[in-house]
């Protein structure tokens, strides 16, 4: 990865500092064990897209991330006042970044990241949130997918179902994903705050109350965050057209998600649901107002 240029100088602090000390955290992420040698390649390849032009991305980065993340970031930890500028920006810069390499999968994911980030606020607030947690949880919802990025690209253009090993393989991105986030946390030192919270919906978002999702988690051991996103997720995966099968309209999603709850089973928690119904018409506008490309 390039990088871009490297000699504006700083004097260590801001985002020109910031996005080397990203770029060098993040070139550490393909030499996880976890990843075999395929995945260790896309995942360099995706970030040398994303890395090639400092100015852009820093561009971008201040006009995504404002005061209200910053103010999230100090306010979710118990020693916030004993954090620096430097700190929080930098925290904002590994999240803003993962959520962008997400993205380079194509703009029919940006225009689910985008809706999801939308619904994520509308929920959070439908169930009393205050603004930070609102702020946090939106800007969190941009990673959910991060562990796609070690998914071969064809996996997702074919036409029909995928076969059992590319099942087992995307049904692997959730943990994929944690450890990319672990290891960001660790090189950062995050113990809470906004990476810890997309960790939870990564790690969490397609386990299903009743226990029967790929990790087993059932009830209140699954994150809150995580069973706050499924409705969010799920929502937005039926209202999109799929290789498989068609989309449905806003009532439809509304009815298959009300229908996960019903017979015996419990795909969502049953005390989040009525804050979904009553914010449903928001995440329908949020839905006709980001398009995914024809």
């Given at each position: ?165 590319e099942s087992a393989l995307i049904d692997t991105h959730t943990r994929l994903g944690a450890e990319l986030i672990d290891a960001i946390m660790q090189s950062l030192d995050v113990v809470d705050g906004p990476l810890v919270l997309g960790r939870d919906i990564v790690y969490c978002h ?89």
């Amino acid at each position: 990865m390039s990088g871009g240029d490297k000699t504006a100088n700083d004097g260590g602090h801001g985002p020109s500092s910031g996005f080397l000390r990203l770029v060098d955290n993040f070139g550490r992420l393909v030499e996880l064990p976890v990843l075999n040698a395929e995945q260790s390649q896309l995942l360099q390849r995706r970030m040398a897209l994303l890395f090639d032009r400092r100015d852009r991305f820093l561009m971008k980065f201040r006009s995504t991330f404002d005061a209200e993340t910053f103010e999230a970031c100090r306010a979710t930890r118990q020693n916030g006042a004993a954090l620096t500028a430097q700190q929080l920006e930098d925290e904002a810069l590994h999240l803003f970044a993962l959520a962008q390499l997400t993205l380079t999968e194509g703009a029919e994911t940006m225009g689910h990241l985008e809706r999801t980030a939308g619904y994520a606020k509308a929920l959070a607030e439908a169930r009393g949130e205050d603004a930070v947690f609102v702020a946090m949880f939106g800007h969190a919802a941009l990673i959910h997918d991060i562990g796609l990025l070690v998914v071969p690209e064809d996996v997702f253009a074919r036409r029909g179902l995928v076969d059992s090993y590319e099942s087992a393989l995307i049904d692997t991105h959730t943990r994929l994903g944690a450890e990319l986030i672990d290891a960001i946390m660790q090189s950062l030192d995050v113990v809470d705050g906004p990476l810890v919270l997309g960790r939870d919906i990564v790690y969490c978002h397609h386990e299903r109350y009743d226990g029967l999702g790929p990790q087993g988690l059932a009830g209140k051991a699954i994150p809150y965050v995580a069973r706050l996103f499924a409705i969010v997720d799920v929502y937005d995966t039926l209202r999109r057209r799929r290789p498989h099968r068609e989309s449905l309209d806003h009532a439809a999603a509304i009815a298959a998600i009300r229908a996960g709850n019903r017979d015996g089973r419990a795909q969502f928690d049953p005390e989040l649901l009525p804050a979904f119904i009553d914010c449903a018409e928001r995440f329908d506008a949020t839905f006709r107002a980001v398009v995914d490309p024809t």
